[in-house]
């Protein structure tokens, strides 16, 4: 019974993860432009999209922490509401700082979604199969984000910006529902966590978990500042459409969710820190060929190269987490994953803004596959020795 139980809170997990991801990914190609109508310099549209993250990095341990104690399910239902409302608000935005604004409000909302529907997945994984269960998790994820770029650049380009926000707001709204109606807490997902007075600081003195969480960092802050300035740099440079924009970043993010489930598995059979190292020093290399791209299908095909790599990271990094979250409580522990996400997500999109207006938006590119290069080396090094 408990099994049959467990299907069914996974099932959820997955159509509710897909949609929300799907409403998110409606707003990526067209953001960056619509906020240049109000006026957003690069530093604006670089504290636009960290904002976001900025909000998921103060909220997502306290969320986390509660979360192990006294269930899972109304912090997602009640940051999918929260996250549809704040969505539709963007129609009203005037200013670069309203949008701004708004953008904190749908982090803080966010914080209680991804994160504690992670940790129901990383509670169901049976030992030995994390790769397997985590990476259909990220299927069903990246499904949704790799999809909404694609739907948001047509809406965008047939009926207007507004349209996009309905969407976003509507199908956020439509997994709260999902959550509500069909999502049960169960006691597996709420077990007794082993040492419940670790600690961030704690944590981090686990040399596996701070490599992770380093390597996390960098990469987010790289994927942050690529998702702030390619629509910028095709945009402006290679002057493609908001459809052509969408399905560059629908195009990666797609290929890195088919590949999920299969990566999945190949975590669970070859050693994990291989995956990671061998993806991230791909994914890191790739960034310095963006500034030579001249084309739409040579930034189509650079960017599908780019998703197979982060589908290659992705399973394995999140099994690591979830193998040495058990010990100090799943939610918490993949609060701490992706606050690493949300810090260099804040960090890589404000830094790329000032540097593009610094020295241009070729050097971006340059110096963000540095960092990335050095977070997969701070990973490998803390890995060997732990």
């Known amino acids: 019974m408990i099994a049959k139980q467990n299907r069914q809170?996974?099932?959820?997990?997955?159509?509710?993860?897909?949609?929300?991801?799907?409403?998110?990914?409606?707003?990526?190609?067209?953001?960056?432009?619509?906020?240049?109508?109000?006026?957003?310099?690069?530093?604006?549209?670089?504290?636009?999209?960290s904002g976001f993250s900025i909000a998921r990095f103060f909220v997502m341990p306290f969320v986390?922490?509660?979360?192990?104690?006294?269930?899972?399910?109304?912090?997602?239902?009640?940051?999918?509401?929260?996250?549809?409302?704040?969505?539709?608000?963007?129609?009203?935005?005037?200013?670069?700082?309203?949008?701004?604004?708004?953008?904190?409000?749908?982090?803080?909302?966010?914080?209680?979604i991804i994160p504690i529907a992670q940790a129901y997945a990383g509670e169901l994984a049976p030992a030995n199969s994390e790769g397997k269960y985590m990476g259909i998790f990220s299927l069903a994820l990246f499904a949704g984000f790799g999809v909404g770029p694609l739907v948001g650049g047509g809406l965008n380009d047939l009926y207007g910006m507004d349209c996009s926000i309905y969407a976003l707001s509507g199908l956020t709204f439509f997994a709260g529902l999902l959550v509500c109606f069909f999502l049960t807490d169960i006691q597996d997902c709420r077990k007794s966590v082993s040492q419940p007075d670790k600690t961030i600081f704690g944590v981090l003195r686990n040399r596996v978990v701070r490599g992770l969480i380093v390597f996390r960092s960098t990469?987010?802050?790289?994927?942050?500042?690529?998702?702030?300035?390619?629509?910028?740099?095709?945009y402006y440079e290679l002057q493609l459409s908001s459809s052509e924009i969408g399905i560059i970043i629908s195009g990666n993010i797609l290929v890195t969710a088919i590949l999920q489930a299969p990566f999945g598995v190949l975590a669970d059979k070859v050693e994990r820190k291989k995956l990671v190292i061998i993806g991230g020093i791909i994914f890191s290399s790739l960034i310095l060929i963006i500034?030579?791209?001249?084309?739409?299908?040579?930034?189509?095909?650079?960017?599908?190269?780019?998703?197979?790599?982060?589908?290659?990271?992705?399973?394995?990094?999140?099994?690591?987490?979830?193998?040495?979250?058990?010990?100090?409580?799943?939610?918490?522990s993949m609060s701490l994953f992706n606050m690493s996400m949300s810090f260099g997500l804040a960090v890589g999109p404000l830094l790329a803004g000032f540097l593009s207006e610094a020295f241009g938006l070729s050097f971006v590119f340059y110096l963000f596959s540095l960092i990335g290069l050095l977070g997969i080396g701070f990973f490998a090094l803390n890995y060997h020795r732990s």
Do not use: H
């Open 219 to 234: 990469a987010a802050m790289c994927r942050g500042a690529i998702i702030a300035f390619v629509p910028i740099f095709a």
């Open 9 to 49: 809170v996974f099932s959820i997990l997955l159509l509710s993860s897909f949609v929300s991801t799907l409403g998110l990914g409606i707003i990526v190609p067209v953001l960056p432009v619509y906020a240049e109508t109000l006026g957003a310099s690069g530093i604006w549209i670089g504290l636009i999209f």
């Open 291 to 332: 500034p030579l791209v001249k084309t739409f299908s040579q930034l189509f095909v650079l960017s599908l190269f780019s998703g197979v790599s982060g589908a290659l990271v992705l399973p394995a990094a999140t099994a690591i987490m979830v193998q040495e979250g058990k010990a100090y409580g799943m939610g918490f």
């Open 64 to 112: 986390g922490k509660i979360s192990d104690r006294s269930g899972r399910k109304n912090f997602i239902a009640s940051g999918l509401f929260l996250y549809a409302a704040v969505s539709f608000i963007f129609i009203f935005a005037e200013t670069p700082g309203v949008l701004t604004v708004l953008r904190f409000g749908q982090g803080f909302a966010a914080a209680m």
